[in-house]
Antibody, heavy 116, light 110 residues
Framework: QVQLQQSGPGLVKPSQTLSLTCAIS??????????WNWIRQSPSRGLEWLGR?????????DYAVSVKSRISIKPDTSKNQFSLQLNSVTPEDTAVYYC??????WGQGTLVTVSS | QSVLTQPPSASGTPGQRVTISCSGS????????VNWLQQLPGTAPKLLIY???QRPSGVPDRFSGSKSGTSASLAISGLQSEDEADYYC???????????FGGGTKLTVL
């Protein structure tokens, strides 16, 4: 049974970097059939896909156009986890952030507030 | 504004059958499979249906999904009070190169 456990700070200052990690159990971040996604949810934007990383003989990334210039999603095979970094955050980035493979379970969610 | 269109609300009485629609386009639902998510108040979304009509282990067979052309539907039969939740459709979009979500349908059990 796949489980995802998120970690990271819940408060980030404007212009700084939002960093979250998603630890995977019951599957591998290097799985050749799964992709590992970050999604956020806010009242104004609903559910918004941010991006993904996946392994198919080599590592690939796809990012949403809305955040493409600010986002990085990276796998960590040594810890079987993947991370999200979102740079230059503004209050509009305030949301609950989730990790998921979308064909399975979701992480528990992390409320990230961007405020000074 | 979501690219996948769902009705904002739906309702039914216990035991009834309700359906929730999700309308997209050729670049998403028309070419790719649809997932449905259930979000109970204050919790993370949970996968309810994947690949249009497949139920993950543990999801009751009261929940079923279907797809036709650029639209999909979620049906819930034998409605129960614990089904009261927000329901979202999701599909990959080949033009945007990303996942899209519907705006969500709030299901009320009367």
């Amino acid at each position: 049974q796949v489980q995802l456990q998120q970690s990271g700070p819940g408060l980030v200052k404007p212009s700084q970097t939002l960093s979250l990690t998603c630890a995977i159990s019951g599957d591998s971040v290097s799985s050749k059939s799964a992709s590992w996604n970050w999604i956020r949810q806010s009242p104004s934007r609903g559910l918004e896909w941010l991006g993904r990383t996946y392994y198919r003989s080599k590592w690939h990334n796809d990012y949403a156009v809305s955040v493409k210039s600010r986002i990085s999603i990276k796998p960590d095979t040594s810890k079987n986890q993947f991370s999200l970094q979102l740079n230059s955050v503004t209050p509009e980035d305030t949301a609950v952030y989730y990790c998921t493979n979308l064909d399975g379970p979701w992480g528990q969610g992390t409320l990230v507030t961007v405020s000074s | 504004q979501s690219v996948l269109t769902q009705p904002p609300s739906a309702s039914g009485t216990p035991g009834q059958r309700v359906t929730i629609s999700c309308s997209g386009s050729t670049s998403n639902i028309g070419r790719n499979t649809v997932n449905w998510l259930q979000q109970l108040p204050g919790t993370a979304p949970k996968l309810l249906i994947y690949s249009n009509n497949q139920r993950p282990s543990g999801v009751p067979d009261r929940f079923s999904g279907s797809k036709s052309g650029t639209s999909a539907s979620l049906a819930i039969s034998g409605l129960q009070s614990e089904d009261e939740a927000d329901y979202y459709c999701a599909a990959w979009d080949d033009i945007l190169i990303g996942w899209l979500f519907g705006g969500g349908t709030k299901l009320t059990v009367l």
